[in-house]
């Protein structure tokens, strides 16, 4: 596609694309289209969007939060000791079990086309 993109000046209905890099003060994607379009046209792009910084306490989060309670359970236990008769070991198992079966269905919703998690 790039020695396509370089060579070939041609221009018309977009075919092929090409993720060259990221812009560096923007952190956007930078997208190259060929042949270069030569009019208006609607491009349906599939991405995923980053989960914005957890910056104040009324931010939300994108992905479920059963997994990210988890973790900072483990965190804690390891960092004042056991909780309950918990150890580190069980509450890191667990972080990971249930980090697995989110990333499970998150495939399982990509694969159907769904693109948003749905929290319940």
Do not use: C, H
């Not at 790039?2 to 890099?21: H, I, K, R």
């Not at 379009?37 to 992905?63: F, G, H, Y």
């Not at 236990?77 to 269905?105: C, H, N, P, T, W």
């Amino acid at each position: 596609m790039t020695e396509q993109f370089n060579v070939a000046g041609s221009t018309g209905e977009p075919f092929w694309y090409d993720l060259p890099g990221v812009d560096e003060t923007t952190g956007d994607y930078q997208i190259d289209f060929y042949p270069i379009p030569n009019a208006v046209w609607t491009i349906n792009i599939n991405m995923m969007k980053r989960q914005a910084e957890l910056a104040t306490d009324s931010t939300e989060t994108a992905v479920p939060s059963y997994p990210i309670m988890l973790r900072a359970l483990y965190s804690a236990i390891v960092e004042r000791g056991e909780d309950g008769g918990l150890m580190s070991a069980e509450a890191y198992r667990d972080f990971k079990q249930s980090l697995g079966d989110a990333i499970a269905i998150d495939t399982q919703r990509i694969s159907l086309g769904l693109m948003d998690w749905y929290v319940t």
